[in-house]
């Protein structure tokens, strides 16, 4: 009776040691016991499963004369599959797909094998013709996500700000997608993105550029890293002057690299250039794009059909420039003015967190992919930092931002502020404090000038 009270209380022990296990280290307990659990059930329930999720196929007419001839009955065959491969979060299968089927059979059915194994999430992605990868996520990977590791980090202007449901990352690259909008409500995680976004690119060697027309409250935090700073609509419009005049001189200075010589690389972007020639990445964040362009007068009006034209122009010949667009607000619309629509499709990259009009989804979303902007109005507002990303390939995920603080995103561009590059045209825009930090090293900090801000 003793042994057995005193293995029941090492069982008690052993089941609450892997209750708070899975309960603060998911891939710890994944490995221990969600994999080897999922596995077996996998291999054990494979065909079954697949038949009855009708994602088999009649049996070769060899099968059918075989099992005939043994008086038994040709059984469907399944796709043919490798064995599960873990992953960091889930694991792997590559199947093969049988003759008249289609990737699409296996995303309509992702819910019901999800059920059947077990999985908090089944994801299909096609490798190749007749091949696709079938991804099962262990737990929810959104609910705790952490910053990435520094490996994925993968090259200059390309950063993982967001963790994806399937387990990878989300990365940035703006020379793949120059330009980006960014959408959603107050407390809904945006600012905590572009957090993450600006402190990456502070730690590279490009140019740091801010639009905040709320007197600069959201991004005087990192005016020590900012190459320039507009706070009002007014100094918008002339930086956006500067930022356009800079956009010409390049393509001034890409046209005369490549006739230099007989022997000189044609080239039609910054990135042909030779390396020492080649002008600093320019990166523009607008914040709150509809406090730029709101109008109460004509001349407001005015002002506001001047720098959307701007816009338009740096989105379109901006890339091949090295000036990339990060347009960020709570929402998104035609009434915002002439040419919002125009600006909004050259803005490739899309982030829609929780939004409060199904309109500013759709605006973000709808014109790449309608179920996307679905799943945008879906977010609750418990969870901040889940957004929906989608680009102009049709393709969108959920993902979720890794949580990063204002007082350390603007410790990071404190210490990142001696790699801010030096443009002359930019000059009379650079914040006072980045201006007094780019000097000698003072005995004591500096007190921003800027106004408080409030999280």
């Known amino acids: 009776m003793t042994d057995a009270l005193w293995a029941l209380i090492l069982l008690l022990l052993a089941a609450d040691v892997l209750v708070g296990v899975r309960r603060r280290l998911p891939v710890l307990f994944w490995w221990l016991v969600g994999y080897p659990v999922v596995t077996l059930r996998v291999l054990a329930s494979y065909r079954a499963t697949m038949d009855a999720c009708g994602l088999t196929v009649p049996a070769s007419a060899v099968r059918r004369a075989t099992a005939r ?19 960091g ?31 908090h999430a089944v994801h299909v992605r096609p490798t190749k013709p007749g091949r696709l990868e079938l991804r099962l ?35 940035r690259d703006f020379r793949t997608v120059p330009h980006e909008l960014i959408l959603g409500a107050t407390q809904s995680g945006k600012s905590v993105y572009l957090r993450n976004l600006l402190c990456g690119l502070a730690r590279q060697p490009v140019a740091l550029v801010g639009i905040d027309c709320k007197w600069g409250v959201e991004l005087a935090p990192f005016a020590p890293r900012l190459s320039a700073l507009a706070d009002t609509p007014d100094r918008a419009n002339d930086l956006l002057d500067v930022l356009v ?4 001189a390049r393509f001034r200075l890409i046209g005369m690299t490549g006739g230099a010589g007989p022997d000189a690389v044609l080239t039609s972007d910054v990135w042909g250039l030779p390396k020492k020639a080649r002008p600093v990445p320019v990166v523009v964040v607008v914040d709150e794009v509809a406090e ?30 090295g000036i990339y667009l990060e347009v960020c607000g709570q929402r998104f619309g035609a009434e915002l003015g002439k040419g919002a629509t125009m600006l909004r499709a050259q803005l490739t990259g899309r982030v829609c967190h929780r939004v409060n009009d199904e309109t500013s989804a759709n605006m973000a979303l709808g014109d790449i992919a309608p179920e996307a902007a679905l799943a945008a109005t879906s977010i609750p507002a418990e969870r901040p930092g889940v957004a929906v990303v989608g680009d102009s390939s049709g393709g969108w995920s959920r ?57």
């Open 69 to 87: 001839m043994m008086g038994r009955q040709a059984a469907p065959v399944p796709p043919r599959r490798s064995l599960p491969r873990p992953t």
């Open 89 to 119: 979060s889930g694991l792997v299968m590559r199947l093969r797909m049988a003759a008249g089927q289609a990737p699409e059979d296996f995303t309509a059915s992702a819910d019901r094998l999800r059920h059947a194994w077990g999985a």
């Open 137 to 171: 996520v262990g737990w929810d990977v959104l609910a705790d996500v952490r910053p990435a590791r520094r490996w994925l980090q993968t090259g200059p202007l390309s950063l993982p700000l967001a963790l994806r449901e399937d387990g990878h990352w989300h990365v």
């Open 245 to 248: 005049d800079e956009m010409e």
């Open 292 to 321: 730029l362009f709101l109008a109460a007068s004509k001349d407001d009006e005015k002002r506001r059909d001047a720098m959307v034209t701007k816009l338009i122009r740096l989105a379109q010949l901006g890339r091949a420039a």
């Open 399 to 455: 993902v979720r931002s890794p949580h990063l603080t204002l007082s350390d995103a603007a410790a990071v561009c404190r210490d990142t502020s001696g790699l801010a590059p030096e443009l002359p045209r930019l000059d009379s825009f650079r914040p006072v404090v980045a201006k007094e930090l780019a000097g000698p090293f003072p005995a004591a900090p500096i007190a921003p000038t800027a106004r408080p801000v409030t999280e």
